[in-house]
């Protein structure tokens, strides 16, 4: 039970534009933990087999990869405060090997905790209002949206405070405990899907009807895995006060008829092929009908929620400051990372900053401990206390003034967090693989690296501008390779480590399956098949046309021609 029922979180952080912990959250996570410690303490005195705390520890995120255990942290969608950063670096000095990784899905992990100090980093975790609830198991996932979300200028309206209202209500639903398989929710507010919502076993983007009113159009089954598949849309406008019981409909038509027969076939997007969409939409329409009146969400909810959201104190003078242009036009370098790794702000005067956790070095999502401090450090100084992580395995600053980016640069060179590569080839998505994961049939990081050398040329890397690469190490797809402008996924053959490859997918607005090119290639031969790639691309494209555009163009054809003849 929770000793410190006075608990009070202004005492604790500094006030910013995120979700505050009140006494019952902060009730709920510490008795987790207590609840876990003891259950962790059964298993290790042998009073509990291992079948009967496998399905405990996985509801804590807690799993058993190659080496050692593995934690998952819930980042909820994406945001942490200056004292969490801190307190990462503290476990990964005290309970890890001094880094920690950062997913796909806005989420943290450690890689080498002991079992038996597993509670202990969750009581760590809860003294900063943190915790590994439901980061694992056949349950309602970590809710994702935006890295942008509150300041980029495409906006139709902040996500965050929905991603809070449903990651509220998600947490320990009972009804919703155990599903069929995991269940993941995404929310955009932009026109631009930076959230991947397409790709969610439910995806929500707000939208304008024709009367102007804002309210969500609704996705459901989509995801990727080893069966990739776009959402469609069940609802193309929803009122917010059905949001909820919106949700609940569709989870309770899953739970009821999705196939716990199988696993490879028992998410949602298997149960809208195999019923039908019309079909599919017809019993969440009846369910709907029968629970939506008795759970409305109210505005008074939704405005106590925006509350918790408000925008930082702006410098309203911020926009008068010349030196940041002054700057650019004084030093190449700079003015390179501001194009690379900076975002437009709705706040004139304020850039979003990108730090590349890329570095050539460095296995892709990566940081020490003394990085994490470092970057705690900076966001109070420059960016009101707070950061983000991306699905594309970086963070973000996102309120950083233009008259602090010179300064702020050379503190994030000096870690090797300035790496102006944010949305360029050697900025990829890489699952652990081998290295860690026992579910992975081949290598990622080394992969990962041996391409990154290849591509030392920083001129060449931005001539070829926006193109992403997605790797995976199994058909899992963490790394999220269906969906990757070039997707690279590990297979076994006979015992050796062999890679397919796919050209044009893509996550964002015009969502896309990659085409598989052709047979798999030997580990020693993926780079060179890269860079073959890449070759065509340059050769063939029209004036400023992106490797995506021309893939749409030409199709598959000459990019399998040149690395299958090279190969």
């Known amino acids: 039970m929770i000793t410190n029922r006075d608990y009070s979180p202004e005492r604790h952080f500094k006030r910013s534009s995120m979700y505050q912990y009140n006494d019952n959250d902060q009730t709920l996570v510490e008795e987790r933990v207590a609840q876990f410690r003891r259950q962790t303490g059964q298993f290790l005195k042998g009073e509990i087999s291992e079948d009967q705390y496998r399905a405990l520890r996985l509801r804590n995120g807690l799993y058993i990869q190659t080496h050692a255990p593995m ?147 609704v996705l459901v089954g989509g995801g990727l895995g080893r069966t990739p598949v776009i959402g469609q849309v069940i609802k193309p406008y929803l009122e917010k006060k059905h949001l909820l019981s919106y949700l609940e409909a569709i989870l309770r038509i899953y739970n009821l008829f999705g196939r716990r027969d199988n696993k490879y076939k028992a998410r949602i997007k298997i149960l809208v092929k195999e019923t039908g969409m019309d079909k599919f939409s017809e019993l969440v329409q009846r369910e709907w009908l029968l629970i939506r009146d008795n759970n409305e969400l109210g505005n008074a909810r939704i405005n106590e929620m925006k509350a918790q959201f ?99 640069w050379r503190q994030l060179d000096g870690l090797k967090l300035a790496t102006p590569n944010i949305g360029t080839v050697t900025d990829m998505i890489c699952c652990p693989g081998l290295d860690f994961c026992s579910l992975a049939n081949a290598g990622s990081i080394g992969v990962a690296k041996e391409i990154n050398e290849a591509l030392d040329d920083m001129d060449y890397i931005h001539d070829i501008g926006d193109l992403k690469i997605n790797m995976s190490g199994c058909m899992n797809g963490c790394a999220h390779q269906s969906v990757g402008h070039i997707g690279i996924l590990g297979v076994d053959k006979k015992g050796a480590e062999w890679y397919q490859l796919t050209l044009g997918g893509s996550s964002e607005n015009e969502a896309a399956i990659g085409e598989r090119l052709g047979p798999a290639v030997a580990k020693d031969q993926v780079t060179k098949a890269v860079i073959s790639i890449l070759d065509v691309y340059i050769k063939q494209r029209l004036d400023d046309e992106s490797f995506l555009d021309m893939v749409n163009r030409v199709g598959i054809a000459p990019f399998k021609e040149q690395v299958y003849a090279d190969n």
């Open 310 to 408: 408000i925008p930082p104190a702006y410098e309203l003078t911020a926009s008068e400051d010349t030196s940041y242009v002054q700057q650019q036009l004084q030093d190449k370098a700079f003015a390179t990372w501001v194009k690379y790794n900076t975002a437009n702000h709705k706040t004139a005067g304020y850039r979003a900053v990108f730090l590349s956790l890329k570095s050539p070095d460095s296995p892709p999502g990566d940081m020490t401990d003394v990085q994490l401090d470092a970057v705690a450090d900076l966001a109070d100084k420059y960016s009101f206390g707070e950061i983000r992580s991306t699905h594309r395995q970086n963070l973000i600053l996102a309120d950083v003034k233009q008259a602090d980016l010179f300064s702020l």
């Open 71 to 217: 934690l998952r942290i819930a980042g909820p969608y994406g945001l942490l405060n200056s004292k969490q950063l801190r307190k990462l670096a503290h476990i990964a000095r005290k309970y890890d090997k001094s880094y920690c990784h950062f997913t796909t899905r806005q989420n943290i992990q450690f890689n080498w905790p002991k079992l038996e100090e597993v509670p202990d980093i969750l009581a760590e975790l809860a003294s900063v209002q943190m915790h590994a609830i439901q980061t694992s198991g056949n349950c309602m996932r970590n809710t994702t949206s935006d890295h942008l979300a509150g300041v980029c200028i495409d906006e139709i309206e902040d996500p965050r405070p929905y991603c809070e209202i449903i990651r509220q209500w998600t947490t320990l639903h009972p009804e919703f405990d155990y599903l069929p398989r995991k269940f993941k929710i995404a929310v955009s507010g932009a026109l631009h899907d930076r959230a991947a919502t397409q790709f969610h076993d439910i995806g929500l983007q707000l939208v304008k009807n024709d009367a102007g009113e804002v309210g969500f159009k």
